[in-house]
Nanobody
Framework: QVQLVESGGGLVQAGGSLRLSCAAS????????IGWYRQAPGKQRDWVAT???????VYEDSVKGRFTISRDNANNTVYLQMNSLKPEDTAVYYC?????????WGQGTQVTVSS
């Protein structure tokens, strides 16, 4: 089992920045990919970014150049640094983690970007 707890959401003006954190616990050794999805009101949950176990990172096109995913292995924490935020980035952001058997989700953290 893997447990994920997000933090760092909030209200920010367009053009501002936020940093989300995802603290992982449990069977950390089994994780082969960890990252973020987001879900805007009335829309499906969409993938945002992933960091692979070997360190490679991938981003959804609309966040490239604005968002940065990183990890702190010592603290079992993954971050999503979000810069140049836009109103369309408003969503609940969910941390996820994959192992060979399951996908795990955090509870989500709200990000609201005002225009």
């Amino acid at each position: 089992q893997v447990q994920l707890v997000e933090s760092g959401g909030g209200l920010v003006q367009a053009g501002g920045s936020l940093r989300l954190s995802c603290a992982a616990s449990g069977s950390i050794f089994s994780i082969n990919a960890i990252g973020w999805y987001r879900q805007a009101p009335g829309k499906q949950r969409d993938w945002v970014a992933t960091i692979i176990k070997g360190g490679s990172v991938v981003y959804e096109d609309s966040v490239k150049g604005r968002f940065t995913i990183s990890r702190d292995n010592a603290n079992n924490t993954v971050y999503l640094q979000m810069n140049s935020l836009k109103p369309e980035d408003t969503a609940v952001y969910y941390c996820y983690a994959n192992n060979p058997y399951n996908r795990y989700w955090g509870q989500g953290t709200q990000v609201t970007v005002s225009s």
